[in-house]
């Protein structure tokens, strides 16, 4: 069973910095796409940072490219965001998602689905 779990939220004042992780577990692919996606209440979940395991594709929203960073250790099947900047719109329920069914190309979630997903982790950002 894949599983998949966050953590590294937490509250920051604007400006400041946090670092997400996701551990993933349950499965033995090698290559795959993880993704960083946030939602607030009443408004649509929004990706936000996606990256091919064991590649070099990564995708980043308009909204966080140049603040945001998502890397991976996929010796040990983790994703990282590194957020930077943080701004109080970046408020947000954070969720790590994968798709274990893509072997190549871009990890947009625009472009393919994300049938696993992990429990969330809160961030905050105060003004």
């Known amino acids: 069973q894949v599983q998949l779990l966050e953590s590294g939220g937490g509250s920051v004042q604007h400006g400041g910095s946090l670092g997400l992780s996701c551990v993933a577990s349950?499965?033995?692919?090698?290559?795959?796409?993880m993704g960083w996606f946030r939602q607030t209440p009443g408004k649509e979940r929004e990706g936000v940072a996606a990256?091919?395991?064991?590649?070099?594709?990564?995708w980043y929203s308009d909204s966080v490219k140049g603040r945001f960073t998502i890397s991976q250790d996929s010796a040990k099947n983790t994703v990282f965001l590194q957020m930077n900047s943080l701004k109080p719109e970046d408020t947000a329920m954070y969720y790590c998602?994968?798709?274990?069914?893509?072997?190549?190309?871009?990890?947009?979630?625009?472009?393919?689905?994300?049938?696993?997903w992990g429990q969330g982790t809160q961030v905050t950002v105060s003004s």
């Open positions: 998602a994968a798709d274990l069914s893509v072997v190549a190309g871009s990890c947009n979630p625009g472009l393919i689905e994300y049938p696993y």
């Open positions: 349950g499965y033995t692919y090698s290559r795959y796409c």
């Open positions: 990256i091919f395991i064991g590649g070099s594709n990564i």
